[in-house]
């Protein structure tokens, strides 16, 4: 079973300064995707970033980049220059891909409020 | 592109009701998958429908059931409600293959279901 940890329920950032959301997850597969989720107050969950197990460069999406330590099961999310539309829930995911069943799920983790102030 | 869209927006039922949400999924996408998030929690993955096929599914009852329709659009049931099952429900689609991939999951804005 996968299970995902996100220890850090709030975070606070000034506009225009970087923070990291930390991540940790447990999976028995070698073959994984991880992805960080945004949820504003809207609650649509907007997909901000993917990153493959398989490969070993970090992914990165203009403002948004991840530090993935495939060792250490680890994943956590860069955001430089935080403006406030930024603020919002942010939840680290797994998805398996294995053959069958429900190994496509993706599971979350508790996720992380961040609020970026002015 | 017309993303995914959910209905209703909200929803009150009463304990022991039944209740049905409805979800579009995004075009060219055959798979979807239903989640139901409690509030101040991560989504948690209630099943998957493949092509019309129930394609997985997480720790939840039986009266927990879902459809797929050959338009790819979803239903989510729930009979005999309880209190806890007062949350988000969100669906989620996806292109699938027939070896089993799936790609990148992309979300609906959600229903929320208050059970009193």
């Known amino acids: 079973a996968q299970t995902v940890t996100q220890s850090q329920p709030e975070m606070s950032v000034q506009e225009a300064e970087t923070v990291t959301l930390s991540c940790t997850y447990d999976t028995s597969e070698n073959n994984y995707y991880l992805f960080w989720y945004k949820q504003p107050p809207s609650r649509q969950m907007i997909l901000v970033i993917r990153q493959e197990a398989y490969k070993q460069q970090n992914a990165t999406e203009n403002r948004f980049s991840v530090n993935f330590q495939k060792a250490a099961k680890s994943f956590s999310l860069k955001i430089s220059d935080s403006q406030l539309g930024d603020t919002a829930m942010y939840f680290c995911a797994s998805q398996q891909l294995n053959s069958g069943g429900s190994n496509y799920k993706l599971t979350f983790g508790k996720g992380t409020l961040l609020t970026v102030n002015p | 592109e017309t993303g995914v869209t959910q209905s209703p927006t909200h929803l009150i039922k009463t304990r022991g009701q039944q209740v049905t949400l409805r979800c579009s999924s995004q075009?060219?996408?055959?798979?979807v998958s239903w989640y139901q998030q409690a509030l101040g929690q991560g989504p948690q993955f209630i099943f998957q429908?493949?092509?019309?096929?129930?394609?997985g599914r997480g720790n939840f009852p039986p009266r927990f059931s879902g459809l797929q329709f050959p338009n790819y659009s979803s239903e989510l049931n729930v009979n005999a409600l309880e209190l806890d099952d007062s949350a988000l429900y969100l669906c989620a689609s996806s292109l699938g293959t027939s070896g089993g991939f799936t790609y990148e999951q992309y979300f609906g804005p959600g229903t929320r279901l208050t059970v009193t």
């Open positions: 075009s060219g996408h055959n798979t």
């Open positions: 429908y493949y092509r019309e096929e129930e394609n």
